[in-house]
């Protein structure tokens, strides 16, 4: 396989598993390019590469600088900003679980605490107090998890996964 189409399939690939990380195609697009690319790009370079339009491109930038996957860098002599992805992946993978935490889980945690102490003597109510502590035990020892996750070093994650896998 060629470079170029190589290059092509692992951008459309990232775009699309961008969704199940809670980002657009797009995005994912833009830190795929980035995080191949051996030079910081600007602006101009994304959107002709990836033949999308500046306000697009501005958009997700920043958006990927939230998320701490993309930083931006000046050049001495150039007035356009530069990109450049972040490309320890234990620290990729760490920004995008603490992201995904804070976005979804955090706020579902708070909603679950405020439901947990419903009134009623109803069989309903009972399963329905029932089922909400469950899900909010669950939810409670998988940000335990994710926050252990991302405070673990690359060499403890590594090393528990072969253990999952033997």
Not at 29 to 42: F, G, K, T, W
Not at 95 to 104: A, D, L, M, P, S
């Amino acid at each position: 396989m060629e470079f170029a189409e190589a290059k092509d399939k692992f951008i459309q690939a990232w775009g699309t598993l961008g969704s199940s990380w809670g980002i657009n195609r797009t995005m994912a697009q833009i830190h795929a390019l980035l995080l191949i690319s051996p030079v910081e790009l600007n602006a101009e370079d994304i959107m002709s590469e990836l033949k999308i339009s500046r306000g697009n491109a501005n958009m997700n930038l920043r958006a990927l600088m939230d998320w701490g996957l993309v930083h931006k860098e000046m050049k001495t002599g150039e007035r356009k900003e530069f990109f450049v992805a972040e490309k320890n992946m234990m620290t990729v993978v760490r920004n995008i679980v603490t992201q995904r935490k804070k976005r979804e889980l955090e706020p579902m945690l708070d909603i679950l605490s405020g439901l947990t102490n419903v009134e009623g003597n109803s069989p309903e109510a009972a399963e329905f107090t029932k089922v909400i502590r469950d899900v909010q035990l669950f939810s409670q020892k998988a940000d335990a998890t994710l926050e252990n996750l991302t405070k673990a070093d690359a060499n403890w994650l590594i090393s528990s996964l072969f253990k999952v896998i033997k």
